[in-house]
């Protein structure tokens, strides 16, 4: 059974970098869309962007100039990276599975999110 | 903004049927999946492709679309449904869109 696990700070500090990482246990990072997906408090899941087992990466265009991510297949693990952050970058991030088809875009695992608040 | 619609909350008794909206225009050109999210718990992924139910999933869940509205059913509904439901759909600019979450109570 897949698990995903969500790591890293638990506070930012505003104009910096957010860095999350996120763990693959019981399977293999290869093949599927690996997402991270937020939810602000008060506000519903906003998808921030997705990255393939090769490399490849798209992500949201409201977010596209800030975002990056990376997959690191040895250590089953994909990153997200967030320049600039400001207040509203606060909210709960979760790492997800994603399964890809025409007009179909399904996430069937989830992390159980990692909480980040962005204050001096 | 919320692009895809769904009602903040829905209560309903024990052993009844639960019916939860989600409308957008995005639909009509989409799959829709629907995922449950209890209290403490990871999101769980309970309807995909508009009406497919993963494996181990109850088959009181069902879903169905027509259009731009899409409905998530729970029948026989059981205390250990509340929760909060989210809609989501592909979109061909923002790749994904989730709706803004319902609360059912039961």
């Known amino acids: 059974q897949v698990q995903l696990q969500e790591s890293g700070p638990g506070l930012v500090k505003p104009s910096e970098t957010l860095s999350l990482t996120c763990s693959v246990s019981g399977g293999s990072i290869s093949s599927f869309y690996w997402s991270w997906i937020r939810q602000p408090p008060g506000k519903p899941l906003e998808w921030i962007a997705y990255i393939y087992h090769d490399g490849s990466t798209n992500s949201n265009p409201s977010l596209k100039s800030r975002v990056t991510m990376a997959v690191d297949t040895s250590k089953n693990q994909f990153s997200l990276q967030l320049t600039s952050v400001t207040a509203a970058d606060t909210a709960l991030y979760y790492c997800a599975r994603g399964e890809v088809g025409a007009k179909s875009w399904y996430f069937d695992v989830w992390g159980r999110g990692t909480l980040v608040s962005v204050s001096s | 903004s919320n692009e895809l619609t769904q009602p903040p909350s829905v209560s309903v008794s024990p052993g009844q049927t639960a019916s939860i909206t989600c409308s957008g225009d995005?639909?009509?050109?989409?799959?829709v999946s629907w995922y449950q999210r209890r209290p403490g718990q990871s999101h769980m992924l309970i309807i995909y492709h508009d009406s497919r139910r993963p494996s181990g999933i109850p088959e009181r869940f069902s879903g169905s679309k027509s259009g731009n509205s899409a409905s998530l059913t729970i029948s026989e509904t059981q205390t250990m449904d509340e929760a909060d439901y989210y809609c989501?759909?592909?979109?061909?600019?923002?790749?994904?869109?989730f709706g803004g979450g319902t609360k059912l109570t039961v």
């Open positions: 989501q759909a592909w979109d061909r600019s923002t790749i994904v869109v």
């Open positions: 995005r639909l009509a050109s989409s799959y």
